[in-house]
């Protein structure tokens, strides 16, 4: 696995041996930001993490709070739903360590508990035989095409998966002539750039079916009727990868990640907002920050939203090419005005109780009537 992560999945080499190390500056310690240190240093690189917030994590952040009973609330504040773990595995790999060393998981069954406004439920499983049973009771007289549909949708998923992560998620492309090629043909064919929404309803004519089969395209924040048919590799990793759950919570993974990477040398600068970069042509060549500290890497890797990256890279005082002098204003790769469409956020509770509810999934998805609207 480490092999795969370090040399062909990242692209990231190895130093020669008996060089120096480049320095490289990652801004962000969330899991994106993590992963990309973490691969670094096993490639031999020195590595800085800039992290604004006081703790690793980014969006798999945590609050705890005093619960008014006595002890202390601890709250997962973004994501609660872990699959490819195997991802995770690699980045530990890459520092020779073991994954299950560090942090265990566990994996959920059901997945979630998929509940409609019509008072009906389905739970579901990674276990292909033992859903497509319970998609030919729960859908009635749909029953046994459903179940059959759910069968030939999960050999659809697990073939777009595979050509998209061989040929498009673990490759690196340097041009967008890389992305020509027999594998788009493949994905044409597989009709992979169709609509998500009319792709799953060949597959299911139970409406509620249509839903539970489609709605992860809105953790990309996208409708699934108006998400690609690319979109449905989410569903391969809840369907046939399956659901886990990090024993301490979402924030174990990465706070067993920084520890990793300190180990293996990674330096964290936490508390540390970066106000301004410098460029150097087109190469950010130091970053400093709002209490007046500064690096000056070889190379820098940018893990904010795009929004944030964006802003910050627009924020320049950076030595023209001409002269070394240094001038004010936005980097020309950035000075483009942003037509990018962004999708929505949402709003969170998160709430701590004393009480559990045995009946309750770990995860209850709850679909209500206005679905065409999504």
Not at 167 to 177: E, L
Not at 190 to 210: K, M, N
Request: charged letters at 20%; proline letters at 5%.
């Amino acid at each position: 696995m480490s092999g795969r992560a370090t040399t062909r999945r990242h692209g990231i080499k190895q130093a020669p041996h008996g060089a120096t190390p480049g320095h490289v500056v990652v801004v962000g310690a969330g899991l994106a930001g993590l992963s990309a240190a973490m691969h670094l240093a096993g490639a031999g690189r020195r590595v800085t993490v800039l992290e604004a917030e006081s703790a690793p994590g980014g969006r798999a952040a945590r609050v705890s709070l005093p619960a008014t009973e006595g002890g202390t609330y601890h709250l997962d504040t973004g994501p609660t739903v872990l699959t490819m773990p195997d991802l995770f595995a690699d980045c530990f790999a890459a520092l020779g360590e073991q994954l299950s060393d560090w942090v265990t998981l566990r994996p959920l069954d059901p997945a979630y508990r998929a509940q409609f406004a019509d008072g009906t439920a389905l739970s579901v499983t990674s276990n292909v035989a033992e859903m497509a049973e319970r998609i030919r009771i729960f859908s009635g007289s749909n029953g046994s095409h459903d179940a059959d549909g759910y069968r030939r949708y999960v050999e659809f998923v697990t073939r777009l998966y595979r050509l998209q992560m061989r040929d498009f998620i673990d490759r690196n492309f340097d041009s967008p002539v890389d992305l020509v090629g027999t594998s788009l043909a493949k994905l044409v064919a597989l009709r992979g750039f169709s609509r998500l929404a009319p792709t799953v309803a060949r597959y299911f004519r139970d409406e509620r079916l249509q839903r539970v089969f489609s709605f992860q395209a809105m953790y990309a924040g996208v409708s699934p009727a108006r998400a690609l048919a690319i979109y449905s590799v989410i569903s391969y990793m809840d369907l046939v990868e399956g659901v886990f759950y990090p024993v301490g919570g979402m924030n174990a993974l990465p706070t067993a990640m920084e520890a990793a990477a300190r180990k293996a040398g990674v330096e964290f600068a936490f508390d540390t907002t970066i106000s301004a970069v410098t460029w150097t042509g087109d190469r950010v060549t130091e970053l400093r920050s709002l209490d007046g500290r500064s690096w000056a890497p070889d190379a820098v890797v940018m893990t904010p939203d795009r929004p944030a990256a964006l802003k910050l890279l627009g924020r320049t005082q950076r030595r023209s090419p001409v002269g070394g002098r240094t001038v004010t204003g936005r980097h020309s790769a950035t000075s483009r005005p942003d037509r990018t469409r962004y999708s929505p956020s949402c709003v969170v509770l998160a709430a701590g109780v004393n009480k559990t509810w045995p009946e309750a999934a770990h995860h209850t998805m709850s679909f209500g009537h206005a679905w065409s609207r999504v």
